[in-house]
């Protein structure tokens, strides 16, 4: 049940944009987005609630479809500080506290 | 403040040693989590505990053994590890409200030789 994220890696020049998806084959609560650069902690980005919501903050944003049990991470005009490893997490609709994370993506930024 | 406290930073330990991890954090939150994450892949999920009881466990081997004294402290006791367990061991905390944000602490880097 681990949620599946495509695509597994993307480079960027700086200012492109990128769209990081996330989908799970079962009913979720809510998505959370992560970022974890190499030898480092994941840090929160932000989190959906079923709902069909969409955020955002700064150039970055994200969208959950709760019909489609998919999310999708929106990183517009990107920066060099935009690269390492993406990962959203899933919680599922009576699944508690746990919090699975996806595949992955890596996004590297280049000048 | 949104920090969570691991330590320590690296650990060396033999496949006969007993080592604890220590996680702590201040900001109130009512759950606690253990993640194992190797290299190159996503942090799995090993245990969880809502308010001070043990919530989830993924099937985790017994040489590994959490504790959570009081709402603010968890703990991962290891004995009998094998080179294979070697990983960055994350730790996180929530509000404990079911889909409430997760922070991580920065981990404890673990080699068993």
């Known amino acids: 049940q681990q949620p599946v994220q495509s695509p597994q890696a993307v480079i960027l020049r700086e200012g492109e944009d990128a769209v990081i998806n996330c989908s799970s084959s079962?009913?979720?609560?809510?998505v959370h987005w992560y970022r974890q650069k190499h030898g480092e902690a994941p840090v929160f980005l932000m989190i959906?609630?079923?709902?069909?919501e969409q955020k955002g903050h700064d150039k970055i944003s994200a969208s959950f479809n709760e019909k489609k049990q998919q999310s999708s991470l929106y990183l517009t005009a990107s920066q060099l500080s935009y690269s390492g490893t993406y990962f959203c997490?899933?919680?599922?609709?009576?699944?508690?506290?746990?919090?699975?994370f996806g595949t992955g993506t890596q996004l590297k930024v280049e000048l | 403040d949104t920090e969570v406290t691991q330590t320590p930073k690296h650990l060396v330990m033999g496949m006969t040693n007993k080592k604890s991890l220590k996680c702590e954090q201040h900001?109130?939150?009512?759950?606690m989590y253990w993640y194992k994450q190797k290299a190159k892949k996503p942090p799995e999920l090993m245990f969880v505990?809502?308010?001070?009881?043990?919530?989830i466990n993924e099937s985790v081997p017994s040489r590994f053994s959490p504790e959570c004294p009081n709402s603010s402290l968890l703990n991962l006791h290891l004995h009998a590890l094998q080179p294979e367990d070697s990983a960055l061991y994350l730790c996180?905390?929530?509000?404990?409200?079911?889909?409430?944000?997760?922070?991580f602490g920065q981990g404890t880097r673990l080699t068993v030789v």
């Open positions: 505990y809502s308010y001070e009881k043990l919530s």
């Open positions: 959906l609630l079923k709902g069909g």
């Open positions: 997490g899933t919680v599922l609709t009576g699944g508690g506290n746990k919090l699975t």
């Open positions: 996180a905390s929530s509000q404990g409200r079911v889909g409430t944000e997760a922070f």
């Open positions: 079962k009913a979720l609560y809510s």
């Open positions: 900001m109130g939150h009512r759950a």
